[in-house]
């Protein structure tokens, strides 16, 4: 082998032929083991969900480059003794106490609620609501999602509206169940066990409320809610700037673009149960919808929105969820709502909904129907100057629960306001 000059660095004086040589046969087994460039065409840039615009190309193209996917990533270590660790929380230094939900004080919580450990404690306090953490970040790609649950459980503990005149938190029997564990290296691997802990609270027949953390954690929620409820029985409403189906991307099969793929393409949840509102911006484009409409999807696009107004979009929603399965999921991308009200998220989007429009469907929503999980994902608290999107994802969260409230009351239905809170709501007063 000849040393050709032009492998030392121009500047640089040249090293002994021997180093140099050695340089360039290390040079060469690198290249060797890396995988191929991805065509400048086809890699997605890191800028947001709307770059995977072109998902369906992505798909063949990592197919053909994953002729040897192995040689592309370092593999974890079999034989770390901690390889599985972070997988249970550990709660054998709990103190020994009969089980039920045990007062935290002023220690936060979700809206200052009750905290439960084990399965054994939902049992025994008949609970019928429980939160979780879910503290993915990794699937936007920067860390700060990851503290949405802490910023919710941060914030003031009222519960309930003069809407309604109701305190959900009097009427049903809530807990915070504390956070799943995760990989906090991995979405792939934190799935499974966000899965097992939904699944646990979802078969002791309590209402799972989920707060994230991405969303890649919808495909985690809604998988465990089919787990319990049976695949194919569980209709998911998905609030979202985003459409959130996007193919491979990089290799990766699960990220916050991808989990309402999964969920269709696993065979969890059929498409024509999935009810899309909020889409707007540049993502996803031809392709997406088309495969939405092969897949049955229903969606409602900001620019539906637009043309019909909110009131009649609304009612075709509403109408939707009610002609679909018995059981329903609520899952609450923040940024469906405008920046103007939840600027603190990941990758916000222009021309979104307000919060006089999104708080009246949630309490609709959650009154009609069955509901039987609940998830708020993309606060991201780290970049929520005056914590104004905290503040709207706790007032989302806080308006389905005063639906399910309703609906245990027998008051459910989507135009159910206090009497008191009503022009005409006086006893022979005027009419509207
Ligand atoms: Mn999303």
Redesign the pocket.
């Known amino acids: 082998m000849t040393v050709s000059s032009s492998s030392s660095r121009p500047g640089s004086a040249a090293p002994p032929a021997s180093l140099t040589r050695l340089f360039l046969l290390a040079g060469l087994l690198a290249l060797a083991c890396e995988a191929p460039p991805a065509e400048s065409g086809d890699q997605a840039s890191p800028g947001g969900?709307a770059d995977v615009a072109t998902a369906a190309q992505q798909a063949d193209s990592a197919e053909q480059e994953a002729a040897d996917p192995e040689a592309a990533i370092i593999r974890l270590d079999p034989n770390d003794p901690n390889l599985e660790v972070w997988r249970d929380r550990d709660i054998s230094g709990d103190p020994p106490r009969e089980p039920g939900p045990i007062d935290v004080g002023s220690v936060l919580s979700f809206f200052g609620l009750p905290i439960a450990r084990t399965i054994e404690d939902l049992v025994a306090g008949e609970v019928e609501v429980a939160f979780m953490g879910a503290p993915v970040d990794m699937g936007v790609g920067f860390r700060g999602a990851g503290e949405g649950p802490n910023a919710l459980r941060a914030m003031r503990r009222s519960t309930g509206s003069m809407e309604t005149m109701i305190s959900w938190r009097s009427e049903l029997t809530a807990v915070d169940y504390g956070n799943a564990p995760i990989d906090q290296f991995s979405v792939e691997r934190s799935m499974e066990p966000i899965r097992r802990m939904v699944r646990e609270i979802a078969e002791t027949g309590a209402i799972p409320v989920i707060i994230g953390g991405?969303?890649s954690i919808?495909f985690a929620n809604v998988a465990g809610l089919a787990d319990v409820y049976g695949k194919e029985n569980v209709g998911v409403i998905?609030f979202?700037?985003?459409y959130?189906a996007g193919g491979t991307r990089m290799g990766h099969l699960i990220s916050?673009?991808q989990?309402v793929r999964r969920l269709v393409d696993d065979g969890h949840i059929l498409g024509r149960n999935f009810i899309q509102v909020g889409l707007r911006g540049s993502w996803p484009g031809p392709e997406g919808f088309e495969w939405m409409r092969e897949n049955e999807f229903r969606y409602h696009t900001m620019a539906e929105i637009e043309r019909d107004g909110w009131a009649t979009v609304m009612q075709r929603v509403l109408d939707e969820a009610n002609d679909g399965p018995e059981y329903f999921h609520v899952s609450f991308?923040i940024?469906v709502m405008d920046p103007a009200y939840t600027s603190g998220t990941g990758?916000p989007v222009p021309g979104g909904l307000t919060p006089r429009e999104v708080f009246p469907i949630l309490r609709g929503l959650c009154s009609e129907n069955n509901l039987v999980g609940f998830d708020l994902?993309?606060l991201n608290p780290l970049v929520d100057p005056g914590y104004t999107t905290a503040l709207n994802a706790k007032q989302v969260v806080d308006e389905c629960l005063t639906g399910v409230a309703l609906r245990k009351l027998g008051l459910g239905n989507r135009d159910y306001l206090s009497p008191l809170t009503r022009r005409d709501g006086r006893p022979g007063g005027v009419e509207r």
């Open positions: 969900e991405d969303h919808e998905h979202d700037a985003h959130d916050h673009a989990p991308d940024d990758t994902v993309e």
